[in-house]
């Protein structure tokens, strides 16, 4: 399977522990998302990354919430001292620049679900 | 006020019939638009995007109103198939992010 692979699929924590999710994008894409989704709402903006810079981070996103794609290539989103309104489901989405147009089309994975107890 | 709104429904519509959903966005610098599609508890999936004068793919068909910050989908001739989440989608090209509306829920029913 060559789509976005997302990893845990679940993870259940309590309260005060960190957590970390792992995406691998589809190798030739160079931007990264992650989106946070909870139940009857769209998804939620929270950083992007072209290559391995990180250029946008959401004012929602926590100093607790970091993001990091060392390579350029897999990223890493990871939120410390983890809260009960961190339950939801965290989508890493993919695409690739091509030619400097952007089609607006996002690749997601399955998700990382998330529960806080 | 979000910066996207969609009625979050449900709309419950039988086979064949034509739905249409709407959606408006706050932001004016958004430049591109985009239905996407998602099943329950699966990832989300471009639908389609949506051009200034209106655009077709098959069944659906998506128009845009600058002037009026709306954007619309229908769907004709309904197939049970097509029972999903409709989510709105504003770029604004200056961020490069998506932005996404809460959704509207379809149940096509036999």
């Known amino acids: 399977d060559t789509g976005v692979s997302q990893n845990p699929r679940h993870k259940i924590t309590k309260r005060g522990q960190n957590v970390t999710f792992r995406c691998d994008p589809i190798?030739?894409?160079?931007?990264l998302y992650w989106y946070r989704q909870t139940l009857g709402q769209g998804p939620e903006f929270l950083t992007y990354?072209?290559?391995?810079?990180?250029?946008?981070k959401s004012r929602l996103l926590s100093d607790r919430f970091s993001a990091e794609r060392p390579k350029g290539s897999f990223s890493t989103l990871e939120i410390q001292r983890t809260e009960q309104g961190d339950s939801a489901m965290y989508l890493c989405?993919?695409?690739?620049?091509?030619?400097?147009?952007?089609?607006?089309?996002?690749?997601f994975g399955e998700g990382s679900r998330l529960t806080v107890l | 006020r979000k910066e996207v709104e969609q009625d979050p429904g449900p709309f419950n519509v039988p086979e064949g019939a034509t739905v249409a959903f709407n959606c408006t966005y706050s932001?004016?610098?958004?430049?591109?638009f985009f239905w996407y599609r998602q099943d329950c508890r699966k990832e989300p999936k471009l639908l389609m995007s949506?051009?200034?004068s209106g655009n077709e793919d098959g069944r659906f068909t998506a128009q845009l109103n600058r002037a009026s910050q709306y954007i619309s989908l229908l769907i004709r001739d309904s197939k049970l198939s097509d029972s999903a989440t409709y989510l709105c989608?504003?770029?604004?090209?200056?961020?490069?992010?998506?932005?996404f509306g809460s959704g509207t829920r379809l149940q096509v029913q036999p």
């Open positions: 989405a993919s695409s690739s620049t091509t030619g400097g147009a952007n089609t607006g089309e996002l690749f």
């Open positions: 190798s030739e894409h160079n931007r």
């Open positions: 990354f072209q290559n391995e810079a990180q250029l946008e």
């Open positions: 932001n004016s610098a958004s430049q591109s």
């Open positions: 949506v051009y200034s």
């Open positions: 989608v504003c770029m604004d090209t200056g961020r490069r992010a998506l932005t």
